[in-house]
């Protein structure tokens, strides 16, 4: 079993950037893939970005180039760094993890990010 926990959410104005951190505590963080998920208000929760236990990368196609999944296992962390941010950004970002082994599904709590002038 893993407990994460998101955090870096704030206001920012269009174009700039902020580094969102999950940490994960209470199981072995490198055999979960890892992805970053987003909601916004009225809207289903969707996939951003994910990151797997042997490091492969994949992005839903508004955000490539724009945003960095990345994970440090001796830190249990895994990271989002969202750069050129656009008001279309605005949701509450969730942290999500697998536990490969199983397939068990964890979720964090969600932190904000809104993006305005």
């Known amino acids: 079993q893993v407990h994460l926990v998101e955090s870096g959410g704030g206001l920012v104005q269009p174009g700039e950037s902020l580094r969102l951190s999950c940490a994960a505590s209470g199981s072995i963080f490198s055999g979960y893939a890892m992805s970053w998920y987003r909601q916004a208000p009225g809207k289903q929760r969707d996939m951003v970005a994910s990151?797997?236990?042997?490091?492969?990368?994949n992005y839903v196609d508004s955000v490539k180039g724009r945003f960095t999944i990345s994970r440090d296992n001796a830190k249990n962390t895994v990271y989002l760094q969202m750069n050129s941010l656009k008001p279309e950004d605005t949701a509450v970002y969730y942290c999500n993890g697998v536990w490969v082994a199983t397939m068990r599904e964890y979720w964090g709590q969600g932190t904000q990010v809104t993006v305005s002038s």
């Open positions: 990151i797997g236990t042997g490091g492969r990368t």
